[in-house]
């Protein structure tokens, strides 16, 4: 049923598939899967501001720590202490912890909208890119280091979230609650996640 509503888009996008039989297309597309690479982008600085997300991975954090932190987990790094503190009415961490709970069903944090620990900083999700389209630079958007993840580590994962377009993206242009949100002045840019969730 998803390939037959996404007809009118692969005729003219891809019209070489786009007679192709549901099944065949949910084959093409899971070995796809089994093969594509997965990329993360971060800063090389994390004094870097030029970047969306301060609070994502660096790679002073990445040596320091010597594991991938989501942007929850990355707020108890002592360089970014000062995130923890930040007023959820005007920051954009609300909008993203809002996208993560009520859109992707991710536990809420116990206080407010960053979280009061460590532990439920690590029930959130790491962002990536699925490299469909096969480019060599992920998404610069969020960091000038590309990094290419190894898919074993996905296999055995509790659960994977992919979405065919960016996530963040489609928060901010078609969720209607994250829209009325905009709407009425209570949210700046960025926030939202980025990329597919894992």
């Known amino acids: 049923a998803m390939f037959e509503s996404l007809r009118p888009e692969l005729a003219e996008a891809c019209p070489s598939i786009a007679s192709w039989s549901a099944s065949e297309l949910a084959r093409r597309f899971e070995e796809e899967m089994q093969t594509v690479e997965l990329l993360s982008n971060f800063q090389a ?3 870097d501001t030029t970047m969306q997300n301060g609070d994502e991975m660096s790679l002073a954090m990445l040596e320091v720590d010597g594991y991938w932190a989501n942007q929850w987990q990355a707020m108890f790094n ?3 202490a000062d995130s923890l503190a930040q007023n959820c009415s005007s920051s954009n961490y609300g909008i993203g912890n809002d996208a993560e709970t009520a859109l992707y069903g991710y536990p809420t944090f116990s206080a407010d909208c960053v979280p009061a620990n460590f532990l439920e900083a ?4 790491i962002y990536t890119a699925v490299n469909t389209a096969k480019v060599d630079v992920g998404n610069p958007t969020f960091g000038d280091v590309t990094l290419v993840w190894n898919t074993d580590w996905f296999a055995n994962a ?3 979230i ?4 960016d996530t963040g993206m489609w928060e901010f242009t078609c969720h209607d609650d994250f829209k009325r949100v ?13 990329g597919n969730m894992f």
């Not at 690590?122 to 999700?125: L, N, V």
């Not at 992919?162 to 377009?165: A, R």
């Open 45 to 47: 600085a994390s004094e």
């Open 78 to 80: 002592p360089a970014e």
């Open 122 to 125: 690590s029930d959130r999700p």
């Open 158 to 160: 509790d659960s994977t």
């Open 162 to 165: 992919i979405s065919y377009l």
């Open 182 to 194: 905009i709407n009425a002045g209570g949210a700046g840019g960025g926030g939202g996640g980025g």
